[in-house]
């Protein structure tokens, strides 16, 4: 087995925002030249969420308007005194920051109706991923 | 280090349902004649997540109606204009759809009580999970 | 690629605690003496969860407040007629018990304002964490 890293770049428009990066992660993949194994996706932030859901722009409402409901904004939250995000760190310590996807043949191994999204809790901003291919 | 990988099929038989996959995992781990590493169960499904908790059949249960209160059926979604299962995919969504577990001698580093599940968010289904095996 | 595999012990005080376990971490990368790779931290426990985020007190706090809220206590369990904590199980359900992070040049590599967490659920107890390091 052997092992690729790649730093990928992710810039968000909005405070909540699903950004598909399907395809970097696709790329990352090809640029490693491994052909069967297990791609791990890690966000450098606190305040976003890695996850495998279906693209569908009003399903990708639902889960953002889902998370304000669970975790609303400015509850007295204790850390909104030093920062205004309590919402954002509680909601991507909820939802988590990465994932590990199977590939095969250079392709992610995705399910028909999955696609992988960086979940932007506190933007706009600019973000790092950290993409780790290990394999053979 | 090595890699084996194997397709596992779960046939789930109502609309929630938490489906114990242990010995599932652990013959994939058997089959991969490696002694110590990490195995990942990885669901190609976007209304189903994979779980790691004590197979006791109130709890089970419990987990079920809990995830039914926090993301309540039909509850306005966009999504469910296009497919009715706004709720499967939001439930998906904050459980998540991968687990990664240690092994050692061949077997599961589980703990007295716990066990790995399927659930079933949107069955009865014929479903699919890929199982990763790396180690030595 | 090699592997190698630490158990790390974790004492909390409380019922519901975060404990920064990131030096921990760091000491099982170091012993590995691998340069580059992933680590994955795993609970063998259904009432933990392991995550990553901010080590700021209020936060911290809050974290614990928004879990209560979430998933309130004995809120008519059936898991509660046999063991009186169906709460810690749900939470760690919804939270999950394990992390997988990137290191390189033998360090973490997480953000500025990331810190990996044991969140004790059920204290105060004696816990135990597998760390397996895997890279080159």
């Given at each position: 087995?052997?092992?690729f890293?790649?730093?990928?770049?992710?810039?968000?428009?909005?405070?909540?925002?699903?950004?598909?990066?399907?395809?970097?992660?696709?790329?990352?993949?090809?640029?490693?030249?491994?052909?069967?194994?297990?791609?791990?996706?890690?966000?450098?932030?606190?305040?976003?969420?890695?996850?495998?859901?279906?693209?569908?722009?009003?399903?990708?409402?639902?889960?953002?308007?889902?998370?304000?409901?669970?975790?609303?904004?400015?509850a007295?939250?204790?850390?909104?005194?030093?920062?205004?995000?309590?919402?954002?760190?509680?909601?991507?310590?909820?939802?988590g920051?990465?994932?590990?996807?199977?590939?095969?043949?250079g392709?992610?191994?995705?399910?028909?109706?999955?696609?992988?999204?960086?979940?932007?809790?506190?933007?706009?901003?600019?973000?790092?991923?950290?993409?780790?291919v290990?394999?053979?």
């Amino acid at each position: 087995m052997q092992m690729f890293r790649q730093m990928v770049d992710v810039h968000t428009s909005k405070r909540l925002e699903m950004v598909d990066i399907t395809r970097l992660v696709e790329e990352a993949v090809e640029s490693s030249n491994l052909k069967e194994g297990l791609v791990n996706i890690y966000s450098r932030h606190s305040t976003s969420a890695v996850v495998i859901n279906e693209n569908e722009s009003g399903l990708k409402e639902d889960f953002l308007v889902a998370l304000d409901k669970l975790v609303p904004t400015g509850a007295g939250y204790l850390h909104d005194r030093i920062d205004h995000n309590a919402d954002s760190h509680i909601r991507g310590f909820l939802v988590g920051g990465s994932q590990t996807v199977p590939f095969q043949e250079g392709r992610l191994m995705l399910g028909t109706w999955q696609s992988i999204f960086f979940v932007e809790l506190d933007g706009p901003r600019h973000r790092t991923l950290t993409v780790t291919v290990t394999g053979q």
